[in-house]
């Protein structure tokens, strides 16, 4: 079955800095990988994603890239802002219906 | 914004008695799903049901659990006989069909088993 690996597993960085967060998945036949973003004791909330056919998303500070050669996906934030600090979960799945197989998830900190 | 709802928010029961969560996926949704998040751990895949049977089961999902889709709103995940190890935050969550597999997740209910 599929395995995500997902690196670091905390993240610091200073306010108005990047911030990059890997994952790696194990079957090539996933196509579809989202990323949720879950503040403390609430759900996870969907921030981007992408499937298979793209190699890149952008949607305002938060970018996506996709390697399927390698099987690897990142997240990118840049000019981080505390309130993004939270954990982040990147996850990958087959088809629509199948499930969908999360990281360990990355704690980020943006301090001030 | 349409919302996942689980009900309730907070369960606690005994060891060895049967929990019921309930959950109302969003209206015109058709996959549902369970997941569940042991504190400060991954969320986890439980089982997804579409068509009113179950699509895949991980290996938590084991002969003490099961789901149901009673009525045409619900959607509702049964522990039989609770053990200690079952305490987590469970999720439903629900996504569209087809090209969509967008996951939409409820806000959860936290279950302790004592």
């Known amino acids: 079955g599929e395995n995500v690996e997902q690196h670091p597993s905390t993240l610091s960085v200073q306010e108005g800095d990047s911030a990059v967060i890997k994952c790696t998945y194990s079957d090539s036949a996933s196509n579809y990988f989202p990323w949720y973003k879950q503040e403390l004791g609430k759900r996870p909330q969907l921030i981007i994603d992408?499937?298979?056919?793209?190699g890149e998303k952008k949607d305002q500070r938060i970018a996506v890239t996709l390697n399927k050669t390698a099987k690897h996906f990142s997240l990118h934030i840049t000019e981080t802002q505390p309130e993004d600090s939270a954990v982040y979960f990147c996850?990958?799945?087959?088809?629509?219906?199948?499930?969908?197989?999360f990281g360990k998830g990355t704690t980020l900190s943006v301090s001030s | 914004e349409p919302e996942v709802t689980q009900t309730p928010s907070h369960q606690v029961t005994q060891m060895g008695q049967e929990v019921i969560l309930r959950c109302v996926p969003i209206?015109?949704?058709?996959?549902f799903y369970w997941y569940r998040q042991i504190l400060g751990q991954k969320v986890e895949f439980l089982v997804s049901?579409?068509?009113?049977?179950?699509?895949?089961k991980s290996e938590i999902f084991d002969d003490q659990f099961s789901v149901e889709r009673p009525d045409g709103s619900n959607f509702t995940l049964k522990i039989r006989s609770t053990k200690l190890e079952d305490s987590a935050m469970y999720f439903c969550?629900?996504?569209?069909?087809?090209?969509?597999?967008?996951?939409?997740f409820g806000s959860g209910t936290q279950l302790s088993v004592l």
């Open positions: 209206s015109n949704h058709l996959y």
């Open positions: 969550a629900s996504s569209e069909i087809l090209a969509d597999e967008k996951l939409f």
């Open positions: 049901f579409y068509n009113n049977e179950i699509s895949e």
């Open positions: 992408i499937r298979s056919n793209v």
């Open positions: 996850a990958a799945s087959f088809q629509a219906g199948t499930a969908l197989i």
